[in-house]
């Protein structure tokens, strides 16, 4: 153990100099703005931060550098930033390809924002000077989802930042990381405590990483930051002692919170009307579960089918029975499948009623966060769906059916940037995915309803998570082959009921999706049913069309199913209960080695996984015939 900890400082020495070569090249790639003698665009609107100086002289600048460079947002860095800020900025914006990449969450140094008076009104994002850097994080995130491709970053002479203040770093950072990369928040606490156990243990290597982490900001920063000799001193001291800063004030914050109580307690007043305000939320959203779950999950189920709907056989057989893992709404659902053609579908289903009480809060509202988050770690996935094409042919129009909030469709343009790209889906989400600009026109309906109108419009419609969850995926690929026209593609995505994870981790494997997925549909009676309606099958992927990550998901589906979050509103009793607190934080805390030997096997079995048909998601490339 000993041997292992001596080698601590080694690997610090170098995490920090290959780290530090990564982010002086990103200082490095930022434009500095020159000066501009043009008016400013009376188009282009500024958000500031509390405390920031923006003369008309940096507004005309940023002004001319937007219009040049065709940008919609365009976050201005102070040339005066200190060195702690501009690391920060740097660690958390690839300026190679922040601007191209689609998905890329909204960052920057926070302090001024130019953005067009248009994508301000889509966004909804209100112009303001006296936001707080932490507030900046949302706004900024807001505008990149509504810019995708439009937003960049640049150093702007003559733009004086706000004063600087390890305890608000702090929390920016936690805002920024704490749902995206959670690991990021601690890693530099794991890096100073290996620097601590290397000077004890190895001398000479903790000693040099106490030294390249002392002089690490003026190698990233020289030439992009002003350097000057007391921050050779002051940089390190301050950002070890950010904590200490963040600390401190929120331990005054909290007491300046409990005098306020008080007096307005005295007052006859609330004592934090915001705090008061969320809380009230909470109960309302709890009441509505209760009521609604008061009767019991039963009177949100049909009456159970007692035949295969995909080829009416009576031989069934159960093959799962589970509750919802993911969420733990109250109900078990049953998992049939038939003996003849091998489809997997849940009997009894969700009424109407019941699927729109068991999905939401899913995707939306309590985890909305989580869900953006989702989509960008997968930003490789959706492009390599757009990919999948590429051997048929360039596509003109493209159609999403089940779209969502169009996550896809906008990942798909920075591979195929000419083309139009449409989606199909719920009102709600449909219309958000036309709002950011991520589709070029939204159809809130279902798909059986408009496939006649838009005949031959489309050379590619995609289904990506889509027919598992149709109500009736018969009705959709009779939908499918009357809005086709003759050469046109379908490129479909399905869970993979015959793959390794489905077989061998139970209940536990995340693509039975229960309660959301109703129907499970093996690869060749897809096949067929594609070809009874004059589609040819021209690609089946297997291994390409893996999704990594069933084990580590498996294993987070055990801790819901131990001890679930006591904030969820539809379990019963008390969310303050102590016992269900110490039983979650028991349970994350037992789950910590388990779920990274569950990582490391999926990632030294992923080449497994993907031989044959053992990987959990098939693709299928149809072409109709005529």
């Not at 809060?361 to 996935?381: F, H, I, L, P, S």
């Not at 607190?581 to 990632?603: E, N, Q």
Request: proline share 7%; with cysteine; net charge positive.
């Amino acid at each position: 153990m000993v041997t292992l900890l001596s080698w601590t400082p080694i690997f610090v020495v170098l995490g920090l100099l290959v780290n530090g070569v990564r982010l002086r090249g990103r200082l490095r790639r930022l434009d500095t703005l020159p000066a501009s003698g043009r008016p400013t665009d009376p188009d282009h609107l500024f958000i500031c931060a509390a405390g920031v100086q923006l003369t008309e002289a940096a507004k005309r600048s940023a002004s001319y550098h937007a219009s040049r460079e065709r940008l919609d947002v365009l976050d201005l860095i102070p040339a005066d930033l200190t060195i702690e800020r501009a690391l920060d900025v740097a660690r958390m914006v690839d300026t190679r390809t922040y601007r191209a990449d689609r998905l890329a969450p909204g960052r920057g140094a926070f302090q001024a924002l130019l953005v067009r008076a248009e994508v301000a009104h889509r966004a909804g994002v209100e112009v303001r000077d006296d936001y707080t850097p932490v507030e900046l994080v949302e706004v900024t995130e807001k505008l990149k989802r509504h810019a995708p491709a439009s937003t960049d970053l640049a150093v702007l002479p003559g733009l004086r930042a706000a004063r600087d203040d390890g305890a608000t770093r702090v929390r920016v950072q936690r805002r920024c990381w704490s749902v995206l990369r959670p690991m990021n928040t601690i890693l530099p606490t794991l890096r100073d405590v290996a620097t601590v156990v290397g000077v004890h243990l190895n001398r000479p290597w903790g000693l040099a990483a106490t030294a390249l982490f002392w002089c690490q900001p003026f190698f990233v920063c020289a030439g992009r930051v002003p350097v000057a000799p007391r921050d050779l001193i002051r940089s390190p001291i301050v950002r070890i002692t950010a904590g200490v800063e963040y600390s401190i004030s929120t331990v005054r914050a909290w007491r300046r919170q409990q005098r306020a109580a008080s007096e307005a307690k005295a007052a006859g007043l609330p004592a934090d009307p915001v705090k008061a305000k969320t809380k009230a939320e909470a109960a309302d959203r709890r009441a509505r579960y209760q009521r609604a779950f008061s009767e019991g999950p039963e009177m949100f189920f049909a009456r159970p089918w007692p035949d295969c709907p995909w080829c009416a056989s009576t031989e069934l057989r159960i093959r799962l029975v589970s509750p919802d893992l993911e969420l733990r709404k109250p109900g078990r659902f049953q998992i049939d499948e038939c003996l003849v053609c091998g489809h997997l579908f849940q009997n009894p289903r969700l009424t109407p009623a019941g699927r729109v009480l068991y999905e939401r809060d899913r995707q939306d509202g309590m985890n909305a966060a989580k869900a953006e988050v989702a989509v960008v770690a997968r930003a490789a996935q959706l492009r390599a769906r757009a990919e999948v094409v590429r051997p048929f042919l360039r596509p003109r129009a493209w159609l999403d059916v089940g779209a969502g909030v169009g996550s896809f469709c906008n990942a798909a343009r920075s591979v195929w940037p000419r083309t139009v790209f449409d989606g199909v889906g719920p009102a709600e989400s449909i219309g958000e995915a036309r709002r950011r600009g991520w589709v070029d026109r939204a159809y809130p309906a279902s798909f059986a309803d408009i496939a006649e109108a838009i005949t031959g419009h489309y050379d590619v419609i995609s289904m990506f998570g889509y027919l598992e969850r149709s109500r009736d995926p018969s009705e959709d690929l009779d939908a499918l082959a009357k809005a086709l026209g003759p050469g046109g593609l379908l490129v479909a995505e399905l869970p993979n009921p015959a793959g390794l994870g489905a077989r061998r981790l139970g209940r536990y494997w995340p693509g039975w999706g229960v309660p959301g997925v109703r129907q499970l549909i093996p690869v060749d009676n897809l096949v067929a049913a594609l070809e009874d309606r004059g589609m040819r099958t021209v690609m089946v992927q297997f291994g390409a069309a893996h999704q990594p990550g069933d084990l580590v998901a498996a294993v987070g589906l055990m801790i819901q199913a131990v001890a679930p979050s006591p904030t969820l509103p539809w379990l019963p009793g008390s969310p303050s209960s102590p016992l269900r607190w110490i039983a979650r934080g028991t349970a994350l805390t037992a789950s910590i080695v388990p779920g990274v030997l569950a990582g490391t096997a999926g990632a030294a079995l992923v080449s497994y996984t993907r031989q044959g048909d053992r990987s959990n998601t098939y693709r299928v490339v149809a072409r109709m015939e005529g």
